[in-house]
């Protein structure tokens, strides 16, 4: 299933995108859910109305909505450093022995087509394209082997980076945190559509011109030991999302460097999940 948050009025609804259209859950059961993070804390006791909504609940078109970001303000947003081989060569580092983590503000979620702000402090914004995954049953010292039943689906998302802030200390966490700089979306493919994580295209476009273009399979550590290792630390929750790397590509990696501007459209895709689709605009 593909689950979104939207708008098509003056509030956010809970749907299902099926073919071109959005199956109305929230038009036809109010009280299903409050939002996606509730939906995926209660999917055990909630699938089956969701699955029988699908086919008798209010549709419409998809192009009459807005999509939001799936999950409006995840309790959790964690993401990992230096985790392609050729973004850790064009980075000029060595591959990291120990996971390398930071986290995003909450307070960065975007939706899949609004835009990605040019902040007013900067002008070094990067792109980075990235299988995102999102925490279903979570919990704490999962297993490896117990990493997959932990996901409850996966999103394209972009964890854009104002590489100047990122640098300019050694912690990450500001940098990547600006206001708007982690879209994700356009929905939510629950992790029975998805066969192999590990097997997925993955690319970003800027103005049309490809920029990354890889595959999930060159993880440098993979989503299972990415969940083994976080839930050590910390009790992963429902809706908490996991921003799994970014391949070669980045902007700062060119030469000359290419940074996003005012005016520029970032397209990310994954192969089977959908596409981003954010225009850039600046922080006013």
Not at 17 to 33: E, F, G, K, Y
Not at 110 to 123: H, M, W
Request: charged share 20%; net charge negative.
């Amino acid at each position: 299933m593909k689950l979104v948050t939207f708008e098509a009025g003056n509030r956010p609804e809970l749907g299902l995108v099926v073919d071109q259209t959005v199956i109305c859950l929230s038009r036809a059961a109010p009280s299903l859910a409050t939002d996606m993070t509730d939906l995926i804390g209660r999917w055990p006791e909630l699938e089956g109305e969701v699955r029988r909504l699908a086919t008798t609940a209010e549709a419409v078109d998809l192009d009459n909505v807005h999509l939001l970001a799936p999950i409006r303000r995840p309790g959790k947003i964690m993401a990992i450093g230096l985790n392609y081989a050729d973004h850790i060569a064009e980075s000029n580092l060595g591959t990291p022995e120990h996971q390398v983590w930071f986290s995003k503000a909450s307070t960065s979620a975007n939706g899949p087509y609004d835009p990605i702000q040019v902040p007013k402090v900067s002008q070094a914004l990067d792109y980075e394209a990235e299988l995102v995954a999102v925490i279903g049953k979570g919990g704490r010292h999962i297993s490896r082997e117990d990493a997959p039943a932990a996901i409850f689906g996966y999103c394209v998302g972009n964890d854009a980076t104002e590489r100047a802030w990122q640098h300019r200390t050694p912690q990450w966490v500001v940098g990547k945190s600006f206001d708007s700089h982690a879209p994700f979306g356009p929905w939510i493919t629950t992790s029975d559509e998805v066969a192999d994580p590990h097997a997925l295209g993955i690319r970003c476009l800027v103005n049309g011109e490809l920029r990354q273009n890889s595959n999930t399979r060159h993880l440098v550590f993979d989503i299972w030991d990415q969940i083994a290792h976080l839930s050590q630390a910390m009790t992963l929750e429902p809706g908490d999302l996991i921003f799994t790397g970014t391949p070669g590509g980045i902007g700062a990696a060119m030469k000359p460097m290419q940074f996003l501007k005012a005016g520029d459209r970032v397209r990310v895709e994954i192969d089977g999940l959908g596409a981003l689709d954010n225009p850039c605009e600046p922080e006013v």
